[in-house]
């Protein structure tokens, strides 16, 4: 049986171009993240953005990133 954890981040993008990404936590159901979401949605700063949550499924004990990376100038 593979156990599965969910990510909680707030990300968006700036005036620059660059990306904001808040890591909010790792919960053990979606139903726990959502209603970590709900509190969140209270909070300064993200409350202004509220579309900008977003839940990732990740399997424990397993690789998600496969393949190399290159950097762009």
């Known amino acids: 049986m593979n ?3 969910y990510v ?3 990300s968006y993008e700036l005036e620059n171009g660059c990306d904001e990404t ?3 936590g790792v919960f053990s ?3 726990k993240a ?3 979401v709900l509190e ?3 909070l300064p ?3 202004e953005r509220p579309n900008d949550f977003y839940i990732d499924k990740y399997e424990i004990d397993k690789k998600h990133w496969i393949e190399g990376y290159i950097t762009v100038p």
């Open 29 to 31: 159901s979606f139903q």
């Open 22 to 24: 808040k890591f909010l």
């Open 40 to 42: 969140y949605k209270k």
């Open 3 to 5: 156990k599965c954890v």
């Open 45 to 47: 700063g993200f409350k």
């Open 34 to 36: 959502k209603m970590a």
């Open 8 to 10: 909680l981040q707030h």
